[in-house]
C-alpha cells in the first residue's frame, strides 16, 4: 500500500513569493496534519484537517493556511515567503483526528533564497 | 500536553538491546506515550504507543512505569538501519490528541 505522499520533495523560492505543498494521505485515512521542521529541531505542527474542516491550529502566522479536498488530500499554502520559512514541511495522516497514530510522509524540502 | 525529557544522544553495538529512556513526569491520566523515530531525510516513523500497559509490536516494546511518569523503549536487536533520532511525545485524549508535540529527541547511533 502506498503511504503518505507528498509533492514536490525539493522547492526553491524567493522572499515575497508564495507556495503550495500537495499531500495525499494513506488510502482510507480522513484526517492529514501539517508540521514544520527547522534544520535541528523536532518537527513543529501547524494544522490538522478532518472531514474538510480544519480541527487544529499551531502557533503559525496567517501567512500559512490549508485546506482538505472531499478525496481527503490537502494543501498547504504560504503567502508572502520569508528567509525563516526555510524548513522541511512534513504531512502525516491518521484514519480519525484523534487517538490514531500519525503516519508521516516524507515531506517537502523548502528553500528560500 | 505534558512535557519529556530525553538523553541528547545514546550509542549501542549492532546486535545489543538499545533501550531508549523517556521522562514524563507531568503525565496525566489520560496521555498516551508516543514514539517516533527519524532516519535522515525521511520523515518520522511511526513506531509504537501505550497508555500503561506494556506494549510489544514487530518493531520494538515500550516499558511503562507504574506510576506512569517514565517509559522506556527497547529495540531488542538493534541494526545499523536503526540508527535515527527517537522522540518520545506524550499525546492528549479527545480534543487534545490532534497534534504531536515533538522534543529534541534521542540521537540513536548503532556501532558496527
Known amino acids: 500500500d502506498a503511504g503518505v505522499t507528498q509533492s514536490p520533495t525539493h522547492l526553491i523560492k524567493t522572499r515575497g513569493q508564495h507556495v503550495t505543498l500537495r499531500c495525499s494521505p494513506i488510502?482510507?485515512?480522513?484526517?492529514v496534519s501539517w508540521y514544520q521542521q527547522v534544520l535541528g529541531q523536532g518537527p513543529q505542527f501547524i494544522f490538522q484537517?478532518?472531514?474538510?474542516?480544519?480541527?487544529g491550529r499551531g502557533n503559525f502566522p496567517d501567512r500559512f493556511s490549508a485546506r482538505q479536498f472531499p478525496n481527503y488530500s490537502s494543501e498547504l499554502n504560504v503567502n508572502a515567503l520569508l528567509l525563516g520559512d526555510s524548513a522541511l514541511y512534513l504531512c502525516?495522516?491518521?484514519?480519525?483526528?484523534?487517538?490514531?497514530?500519525?503516519?508521516f510522509g516524507d515531506g517537502t524540502r523548502l528553500s528560500i533564497l | 500536553d505534558a512535557k519529556t525529557t530525553q538523553p541528547t544522544s545514546m550509542d549501542c553495538a549492532e546486535g545489543r538491546a538499545a533501550n531508549l529512556p523517556c521522562n514524563h513526569s507531568?503525565?496525566?491520566?489520560?496521555?498516551?506515550v508516543y514514539w517516533y523515530r527519524q532516519i535522515h531525510s525521511q520523515g518520522p516513523q511511526y513506531i509504537i504507543h501505550?497508555?500503561?500497559n506494556n506494549e510489544t509490536n514487530e518493531m520494538a516494546s515500550l516499558i511503562i512505569t507504574e506510576d506512569r511518569k517514565s517509559s522506556t523503549l527497547i529495540l531488542p536487536h538493534a541494526t545499523l538501519r536503526d540508527t535515527a533520532v527517537y522522540y518520545c511525545?506524550?499525546?492528549?485524549?479527545?480534543?487534545?490528541?490532534?497534534?504531536?508535540?515533538f522534543g529534541s529527541g534521542t540521537r540513536l547511533l548503532v556501532r558496527p
Open positions: 502525516a495522516s491518521s484514519f480519525t483526528d484523534s487517538n490514531q497514530p500519525q503516519h
Open positions: 488510502s482510507g485515512h480522513k484526517s
Open positions: 484537517y478532518y472531514e474538510k474542516e480544519e480541527r
Open positions: 507531568t503525565i496525566s491520566g489520560n496521555e498516551y
Open positions: 501505550g497508555l500503561k
Open positions: 511525545i506524550a499525546r492528549g485524549f479527545g480534543d487534545s490528541s490532534y497534534k504531536l508535540i
